[in-house]
């Protein structure tokens, strides 16, 4: 019974540091976008230009995502995360100091270098640190902390920069993600993994999977269409995302007439109904056993209140609902997607499927807003909504074939 108890106490601090860790490095999905408005006007950037910062960080973070995978296994997952929480810190610094976009840039690229490593380290760590019956606790709350990390960075950073100024904003962002990092280097005796041990584990595995002795290729994974069907999913799903979180303030306004800094408060609004949604979700997908069904109603909801946005005429006291309602749809079908890319995923190639996968939604959040920045600039705010409404509708295919090739798969 004590040992019980000492090993669930043990799975909660380790979920509360890993999940405080994902959260910040969500956090910072959005100090960025949520200083448009003050960058653009200090440094006379067009909407483009500031679209190509997010391009940039999400570019950036995509390549370090499938590289640090491997640096993981080879040094383990402490040292990865402290140097990811560190980078993020120091990007934050950079964007303060900022002197023109050069300095915006190198503080994208740096953001993304750090932001690349979470994926690779929590997953390790959730996987090799967490009992098995705690493990689906850990994945939700992993999800759950990554929406509230959205929700609370466009009030933090907003807030401050009315009050103090942007520069102000993205320092307090820098001392933030500063005592993240003196939280899990003060408990870094609970976030050590064995790198021998899961060596002997992954070649033990590769041997029961094929006892002849002759392997396939590393790459054979990549001819499964599956596979590439949910990396569409993915690039789609965020492309849509990012968008709306990077300009629906300023399309708001120019709409609407909503302050930009109350349309900064409806992505929170954005970010919290998502991470109601992803709770209902994943207990829904338990129930109903129904993936495809469960992504194309919520994909149909959001496109409707994406068309309703784009059509100038609803009542301002119904925006903040139609917000709520997109995040609430797109987090109720995330832990169905995520059941699609495991029925998807052969055995014995798990993280290379997972990497590929994820990729793509680090493509997604990079073209995305690049390509919205040239409407905004050309001054159709509507054609955000619009766009955001035709990417979600591309999923849907993407889902029906992903259940037909799956279902063809196990036949």
């Not at 750090?114 to 009992?131: A, E, R, Y």
């Not at 100024?165 to 993240?180: H, P, Q």
């Not at 595995?205 to 499964?224: M, R, T, V």
């Not at 909504?385 to 036949?411: E, H, Y």
Request: glycine share 10%; net charge positive; with cysteine.
């Amino acid at each position: 019974m004590t040992v019980t108890l000492s090993r669930r106490a043990s799975d909660v601090r380790v979920i509360a540091l890993i999940s405080l860790a994902h959260g910040s490095s969500h956090f910072f999905h959005l100090i960025l976008p949520s200083m448009f408005p003050w960058l653009k006007d200090a440094f006379a950037l067009s909407y483009a230009e500031l679209g190509l910062l997010m391009s940039i960080f999400f570019v950036v973070s995509c390549v370090a995502q499938a590289s640090s995978g491997f640096l993981v296994d080879r040094i383990g997952a402490r040292p990865v995360l402290f140097a990811g929480v560190g980078l993020l810190a120091l990007a934050a610094l950079t964007y303060s100091q900022s002197n023109g976009y050069a300095m915006l840039i190198l503080g994208a690229v740096i953001a993304g270098c750090g932001n690349g490593i979470f994926h690779p380290v929590d997953f390790t760590l959730i996987n090799h640190k967490v009992s098995p019956p705690n493990l689906p606790y850990a994945y939700s709350m992993h999800g759950v902390t990554g929406y509230l990390g959205w929700a609370a960075a466009p009030a933090f950073m907003v807030g401050i920069a009315e009050l103090s100024g942007w520069r102000i904003a993205f320092l307090s962002a820098a001392v933030l993600e500063a005592c993240v990092l003196f939280i899990l280097w003060i408990n870094r005796s609970k976030l050590i993994d064995n790198v021998q041990e899961r060596r002997a584990e992954s070649q033990a595995s590769a041997q029961a999977a094929n006892p002849s002795g002759f392997p396939d290729s590393a790459f054979a994974f990549l001819k499964l269409p599956a596979v590439w069907l949910c990396w569409m999913f993915f690039f789609f799903s965020m492309a849509a995302t990012s968008s709306l979180q990077s300009f629906a303030p300023t399309a708001l306004f120019e709409i609407y007439g909503v302050a930009i800094s109350v349309g900064s408060y409806f992505i929170t609004l954005l970010a919290l109904g998502s991470a109601a949604g992803v709770l209902f979700g994943g207990y829904l997908a338990a129930k109903l056993k129904a993936p495809q069904k469960i992504v194309s109603s919520c994909l149909s909801l959001t496109i409707l209140m994406s068309l309703l946005l784009a059509g100038g005429s609803t009542p301002m006291d119904l925006i903040p609902i139609l917000f709520c309602i997109i995040g609430f749809g797109y987090g109720v079908l995330a832990p169905s997607r995520d059941l699609l890319v495991k029925q998807v995923t052969p055995q014995g190639v798990s993280g290379r499927v997972y990497g590929i996968v994820y990729s793509g939604i680090d493509l997604g959040a990079a073209v995305g807003p690049f390509i919205f920045g040239f409407f905004m600039d050309a001054g159709l705010p509507k054609a955000l909504f619009i766009g955001i409404a035709l990417f979600q509708l591309m999923i849907i295919p993407t889902v029906l074939k992903v259940t037909s090739k799956t279902r063809a798969q196990v036949a």
